[in-house]
Structure formats: C-alpha cells, structure tokens
C-alpha cells in the first residue's frame, strides 16, 4: 500500500468509536518500532515529522525510512504527517516532499491571523492532494524548545470552531482540553482532567469533523522508575491518565499525538543496558532493547487507549 492521507482513517475512526495514534518519528529505530507493532495487530497509524525532527535526521532520510516501513507492513494504512509546521514554507516543503498531511500550527496567532495563515495552507495542500490540520486554543508545555507554560496556554473556544473550520476549508482540528506537551503535564498532588465538557460542546457545533488531541503521552512510571533507576533523573513526570484518553478516542478525536512515551521507553532501554553492562559498546546492543519498548509502548496503546487494532 502506498502512503494514504488521514480522510478514509478519520471517517472509519469516527463512525467506530476509536482514535489513530499519531507517533513521532526521528530514526530508524522508532520508524521500525511503530510499524512493526503497527503491522502485527493489523492497525493504521500515523507517522509524525517535526520541525526538529527534520533538522535532526534530513526530510529524505526520514521519508526513504517511512517507504522502507511501508515495503516492511504492506497491509496496513500509513500516512506522512508534518507536525507542527511553523508556516506556509514548512508546509510547503513537506506538501513538495511527499508528505500526505501537515499540520500548519499558528495557533500563537491571532484568530483571524490563524485563519489567514491556514486557508492559505490549505489551499496549496488541497492542490495537491494532501490534507491539512489546524490548532485553535494553545497547549502548555514544551515543544521544538518552545516553552509554554501553564498561565499561557489557553483552553479552545467552542464558539470559534465553527467559524474557522469553515473559513479555513481545514480537514482537522487540534483543540486544547488541558492535555499538553512533554513529559511534565500536571504538577505533583494535583488531578489530571482533561475538560470533556468542552470537547463535547465543540462535538455539538461540528459534528462529524475529526478532532486531534496534542500532548497526550501519558508517561508511564515503569519506564520513568527504570530511567531514575540507571543514572536518570526526571522528577515529577506525570502525564495524561489514561482512561481519560480511551475515554476521548471514543469520541470525535480521531488523532491522538504521542511522542514523550515513545522517548521515555527508548531512553529506559538505552540507560538500562548501558548501566548494567558497562562494557557494551556496540549500539546494537542497547539500541535493541531500546527499540523493543518503543513497540511495546505502541502495542500497548494501540490495543488499550486506541482502540485502532484490527481497524486497518
Ligand atoms: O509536539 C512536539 C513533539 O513532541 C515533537 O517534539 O519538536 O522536539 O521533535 P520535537
Ligand atoms: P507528548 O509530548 O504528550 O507525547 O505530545 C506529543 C505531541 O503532541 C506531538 O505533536
Ligand atoms: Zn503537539
């Protein structure tokens, strides 16, 4: 199967009560440990690209990597999608490149800036067959470096979806329910809630339109004990509880963005290996390990939060 755009997913997801994962991607492990867990239980999945990522690992690296998966899990729907795309030129790069979706983020904007910046990304995108996901509302936490801090974010405004879905022509909305970037989400004796009174008062105004959640990693504290545990030291990281997600992918989110999980399990492989071996040398060694939980992350949340196995 070639690479697909997120239409047919979203609509299937909608109408069946689950979510795709969307997972970051910057090498060649993650790329493997996605699709592999991705192609065993017969799940569509979408493989995100940051700007960092990019940087990183060089937009054909990455995209040769993606048609390698795609020989490897011919069975399974895989789309391309830019995460995060700063401007028009990014979009554009990636809409040129051989990506099937990008996400043109200019949420820091003002309303009708946003909506200025997306209809022209989408208009460009359209042409050529790819689609376009917008953000309203700000996500706190850290991304590309950019540091955004709790007093900053903003929740979305059901009264402003309506109006920019339709002046945009966008094909998906990212909001901001209280889910928010990284891998310290809440701080410590308080209660994660995400706020599904808003989610679903934005459901009302639109319905049947896909719906994108950011920042829903949910660190898992096996992978957060095993880090700490070898040399590591990451205090207070919660993330996104989650029955709080299952809950959400049953709903009109039909995307839900995980990156920091995907960095937590790889990390705990690395620094588990290394220090209970400190003669080992051969990336090999740790980089296996390292690779293993990334698939048992995506397993996992395919199979519990998701709900997307056998939907492919
Ligand atoms: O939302 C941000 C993603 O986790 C990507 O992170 O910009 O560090 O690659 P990055
Ligand atoms: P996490 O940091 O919660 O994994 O979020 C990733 C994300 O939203 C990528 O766009
Ligand atoms: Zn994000």
Do not use: W
Not at 82 to 89: I, K, P, S, T
Not at 124 to 134: L, W
Not at 234 to 249: F, S, T
């Amino acid at each position: 199967m070639a690479l697909v755009t997120t239409t047919e997913m979203f609509k299937k997801a909608y109408e069946g009560g689950y979510a795709i994962g969307a997972f970051n991607v910057n090498n060649m492990e993650i790329v493997q440990a996605i699709t592999e867990a991705a192609g065993e239980l017969n799940s569509p999945i979408i493989l995100q690209v940051s700007a960092g990522a990019r940087k990183y690992a060089n937009h054909t690296y990455l995209v040769k990597l993606v048609e390698a998966a795609i020989a490897e899990n011919p069975n399974i729907p895989i789309a391309l999608h830019l995460d995060h795309g700063a401007d028009f030129d990014i979009c554009k790069s990636c809409v040129d490149g051989g990506f099937t979706s990008v996400m043109i983020d200019a949420s820091k904007y003002s309303f009708e800036e946003n909506i200025e910046i997306t209809k022209k990304v989408v208009e460009y995108a359209h042409a050529h067959n790819v689609v376009v996901e917008a953000e309203l509302g700000k996500l706190a936490g850290i991304e590309d470096d950019v540091n955004v801090s709790a007093e900053d974010s903003s929740y979305t405004q059901p009264d402003e979806v309506e109006e920019f879905v339709t002046k945009t022509g966008v094909d998906s909305l990212a909001i901001a329910i209280g889910t928010s970037h990284g891998a310290f989400k809440f701080k410590p004796g308080t209660k994660p809630q995400l706020r599904f009174d808003i989610l679903h008062e934005i459901e009302q105004r639109i319905p049947g339109f896909p719906i994108v959640l950011h920042g829903a990693s949910s660190v898992p504290q096996n992978y957060v004990k095993i880090i700490n545990e070898n040399g590591g030291a990451l205090k207070d990281a919660i993330g996104v509880p989650e029955d709080q997600l299952r809950e959400a992918a049953r709903s009109a989110v039909c995307k839900i963005n995980i990156d920091s999980d995907l960095r937590l399990g790889l990390t705990a492989g690395i620094r588990q290996v290394m220090n209970e071996h400190p003669d080992y040398f051969d990336p090999r060694q740790y980089l296996t390990v390292a690779r293993a939980n990334v698939k048992d992350v995506v397993a996992h949340k395919i199979k519990e939060v998701l709900g997307s196995a056998g939907k492919a």
